[in-house]
């Protein structure tokens, strides 16, 4: 158990549809940070909030969005969905970015898009 | 996007045997982890690696961050049934910020 939960676990979305996931960190932690994880693969960096601002971008289009809220929880948000956005979700929290600081990973959250 | 090389990618082994997987990149990393992922979970962290040459064990797990800095080794000394899952590796780079690159897992699955 490592106190970083999301919601909701599964989700079936339509192509072109809007979608939002979310994320609690676990306490204290100040930075979140997203992956998408196809299947059969490792998880891939989306983007990272520290202190509510954008502080890191994968290789994602800018239909993914996010934002990160005063009590560090997170949304991550995906427009225009296309059947490749078919992924796990990941969202991982850490204190800070040094030595000792590792990422704590939720559930994730399944998302099919048809 | 950018994986890190972990092989073997799936391998069988009987309940009590040792275990070794490896992971490589092409970039130098400052921090190697390994994670375990089961199915329908989050990987879980196992160990973290800050230097190079290091060797840290947990339990019945020893990692090394090897020397060049450009990979990481991982034991699992007597395994068990509930080792079974996908085990990940992830260096750990700065470019601005701090992300993880993640490898391509190695499946293990434990025969009784």
């Known amino acids: 158990e490592t106190g970083v939960t999301q919601s909701p676990t599964h989700l079936i979305k339509t192509r072109g549809q809007q979608v939002t996931l979310r994320c609690s960190s676990q306490?204290?932690?100040?930075?979140v940070s997203w992956y998408q994880q196809a299947l059969g693969q490792g998880p891939q960096f989306i983007f990272q909030?520290?202190?509510?601002?954008?502080?890191g971008r994968g290789n994602f289009p800018p239909r993914f969005s996010g934002l990160q809220f005063p009590n560090y929880s997170s949304e991550l948000n995906v427009n225009a969905l296309e059947l490749d956005d078919s992924a796990l979700y990941l969202c991982a929290s850490s204190l800070g970015q040094g030595r000792g600081t590792e990422a704590f990973f939720g559930q994730g959250t399944r998302l099919t898009v048809v | 996007g950018q994986q890190l090389n972990q092989s073997p990618q799936s391998m069988f082994i009987q309940e009590g045997e040792d275990v070794s997987m490896n992971c490589t990149s092409s970039s130098i990393f400052n921090t190697w982890l390994w994670y375990k992922q089961d199915p329908g979970e989050g990987p879980v962290l196992l160990i973290a690696l800050y230097k190079a040459g290091e060797l840290t064990s947990n339990g019945r797990l020893t990692a090394q961050f090897g020397t060049t800095r450009k990979d990481s080794f991982l034991n699992i000394s007597a395994s068990i049934p509930s080792d079974v899952g996908i085990y990940f590796c992830?260096?750990?780079?700065?470019?601005?910020?701090?992300?993880?690159?993640f490898g391509t897992g190695t499946r293990l699955k434990v025969l009784a």
């Open positions: 992830a260096g750990r780079s700065y470019s601005g910020t701090y992300k993880y690159i």
């Open positions: 909030y520290y202190r509510e601002e954008e502080n």
């Open positions: 306490s204290g932690h100040n930075t």
